[in-house]
């Protein structure tokens, strides 16, 4: 037998060609007003903003900013939508424009995954078969919910909040306005929903299908800004409930902001997931499941699987084989179809992102980076992962949330328990291992709201997601994510 | 005595690597997401066809259809210039001899399967002798099977010592090892029977006969691609792969070639490492390959069906 062990190489003499989608499959206007009232009204604020392509730096629209005057008209026409005409609908009607957004969203499917590729930096795949048919399925989902309140709290008495004030994150905007619209209308609230101001184009284009599904005006209210526009929303004393997906920094200021005030909220904040493998876990899954599960959307994933706990006896294979599986992945033009890994957000988040990768070769961690040519102008950041990492790093403690993966290693159940549960967060983890008992003994005693076993990154409507500690509370889809949008007695 | 090194130390086969449906399922799944386009896709045609082992095994079989299948793998489709021939022939030992002499002075080689294929149900004496009849005849690859009966009853012994002593009786001719995936009934076995197979000696690992459904599937080759992998990385020692069956259109094929290529790399990617067993798959490359070069689709009619 050879002696010699080679190592595989994958610079391939087959390449494969350009496969790029066709950006024309997307109508975006030159420039957008606020959708307030049914209706697209121009800023009081007067200004707008221009939002880029973050692939290529290019500028593909311009976005009003919103004033508090702005937000006050939002939140006035949302609280009379609600007085008038969306609390007192028989909840089968509410249920039918529901299933109506839904269907018009898989109508319009590829032009709102290019949009979101455009103006996101996700790779179209993702976009394509993740985004936004996820996004259609949360609406399908609560669209049925809405006439079966009864029968979701079985012997109790169910209320809409009023008027819910929304905020989501640049990560998965058509999802996570879904996430937060498709609750709030089963339940029969109305809404204010401010997308991220990165990303602002695919929650327009959900309101042009609003418009469109012939929604009662006012009912659903978008509007656009930075975070300004979210901290008058939260301040609005008209609002019921603060629904925000995004930093914990954020987070607790609004929870500052709301104290002493009657207002409900549910907080979805950040991460820093522990994804276990045991050495009876089949690896080879294994390695997919943790490549999927940091290096998806680029990392910007409140529930990433960024921490890798690997038991010793498999580590050094391990970590060969998800090299491997690195070099593999194409990083680059978002459009194209065969892009594993799209473009960084922004310019501040590539920042935040290499600053992080200064301080994890300062502490002395071995950083392997595939070699990959990277566009000249956009934001890029090629898959990153760090070996002789020890709990005490920063790059263990802090959420980078781009596409870098600290490997540590443990000897024992209880030893990686306690180092998993060690975190201010609490949002998801992941264990690899064949063993049934283990999977039982490790998901009750990980503090985490979501933990997957031999998978991750697995997200249906019917299941909730939300995060303990830092990580936020309240939980959203399935029947968990009626509750927060309801007075229940 | 000679001291044996780490590579010649056998594992324990009652141990081998779970494998988990779901993930290799959604692993295998993910490669058909690749877009192949414009030259990639030319290229990876032409690829394809150089890697088709054509094959004809069945009871009707004489020597005169052999002879024609022979003809059609030198003489593909001789309207288009500059296309590859297929790998080889594949046939019962008894065609052996009239295959070699149909194809003498080409680069296709005569593949045999032995063993008492497909169900490998005789004694190791037939099986050998099997065997030595297809080299002697001139068969310049041995397609055996394995005893999944022996195989199930937990007899892993048996069923390496009996590759073993087939590899021995092949010479110089390459052993590929068919499991019969499809009678295995799990992926967890076909990862085991993988092992035992190259750790037996098996030049390559081939998914199926074609007798029995469900063939060459592309989650069942990934496993068998990844057992590869992981033999490659302990031993130094490269087994090529032959699905088999099931894979009778061009962008099916393209599928494989694409997992072959992010999983094993540069390497496996030629007919020397990867092969497909199939009858009807070489037409629809053909007809793929003129679609590309003229810009229109041909019937089905000016494919000749030897």
Known sequence: MAKKIKTLRFDTDWQYDPAPESASAAKINAQYDLFIDGRWQKPQSGKYFETINPANEKTLSRVAGSNEKDVDRAVRSARQAYEKVWKKMAPAERGKYIFRIARMMQEKARELAVIETLEGGKPIRESRDFDVPTAAQHFFYYAGWADKLDYAFPNKKVAPLGVAAQIIPWNFPLLMAAWKIAPALATGNTVVLKPAETTSLTALKLAEIIQEADLPHGVVNIITGAGKTGVAMVNHPDVNKIAFTGSTEVGKIIQHSIAGTNKRSTLELGGKAANIVFEDAAIDQAVEGVVNGVYFNQGHVCCAGSRLYLQESIAKEFIQKLKDRVATLIVGDPMDKNTDIGAINSKNQLDTILKYIQIGKKEGSAIYQPACSLPKKGFWCPPTLFTDVAQSNRIVQEEIFGPVLAILTFRTDNEVIEKANNTPYGLSAGVWTDKGSRIFNMTRRLRAGVVWANTFNKFDAASPFGGYKESGFGREGGLHGLTPYLEII | ?306
Not at chain 2, 22 to 51: C, H, N, P, W, Y
Not at chain 2, 76 to 84: F, T, V
Not at chain 2, 135 to 144: L, N, P, Q
């Open chain 2, 1 to 306: 005595m000679k001291r044996s090194s780490p590579a010649q130390i056998l594992p324990d086969f009652r141990r081998t690597r779970v494998v988990d449906q779901t993930g290799i399922e959604e692993r295998a799944a993910r490669f058909t997401k690749r877009s192949i386009k414009q030259s990639s896709k030319r290229q990876a045609l032409d690829q394809v066809l150089s890697m088709i082992d054509l094959t004809t095994l069945e009871g009707k079989d004489t020597d005169q259809k052999v002879r024609h299948l022979c003809y059609k793998a030198r003489h593909l489709h001789d309207e288009l210039c500059n296309i590859p021939t297929v790998a080889a022939v594949c046939v019962y030992p008894n065609f052996v001899r009239v295959a070699k002499k149909a194809l003498e002075g080409s680069s296709v080689k005569v593949a045999s399967v032995a063993t008492a294929f497909p169900s490998g149900q005789s004694t190791r004496a037939i099986k050998l002798a099997d065997t030595r009849f297809a080299v002697s005849e001139g068969a310049d690859e041995v397609d055996m099977v394995i005893s999944r009966g022996k195989f199930h009853a937990g007899e892993y012994n048996f069923v390496f010592d009996e590759i073993a002593a087939i590899k021995e009786a092949c010479g110089k001719a390459r052993l590929k090892v068919i499991l019969e995936t499809g009678e295995l009934g799990s992926f967890d076995k076909v990862r085991r029977a993988s092992e035992i197979a190259m750790y037996a000696g098996a030049d390559f690992i081939k998914t199926s006969t074609g007798k029995i459904q469900p063939a060459a599937t592309m989650p069942v080759t990934l496993v068998m691609l990844e057992a590869i992998r992981d033999f490659y990385y302990k031993t130094g020692k490269q087994v090529g792969m032959k699905p088999a069956g099931g894979i009778s259109k061009s962008k099916l094929a393209l599928h494989y070639l694409v997992m072959l290529r992010e999983t094993l790399g540069q390497d496996w990617m030629s007919n020397e490492w990867f092969r497909f067993g199939a009858s009807s798959l070489a037409n629809d490359v053909l007809m793929q390959i003129r679609k590309e070069r003229t810009g229109q689709y041909q019937s089905a009619a000016y494919f000749s069906v030897d």
